[in-house]
């Protein structure tokens, strides 16, 4: 299955390009999303370091 958008979505920048990353906690990413259930939904959340 794939997700066609039927309307522009603006886009964002990536704030890292250039950035030399050379040592952990240095730079975080989260992404958060919620899941379907059957009796309602669920929220999942990743932080990746």
């Known amino acids: 299955m794939i997700t066609k958008c039927l309307f522009p979505v603006a886009g964002y920048p990536y704030l ?16 958060i999303t919620y899941i379907r259930l059957p009796r309602g939904f669920v929220y999942l959340v990743a932080v990746i370091d």
């Not at 890292?16 to 992404?31: A, E, H, I, K």
């Open 16 to 31: 890292l390009r250039g950035v030399n990353v050379t040592c952990p906690n240095q730079v975080w990413s989260t992404d």
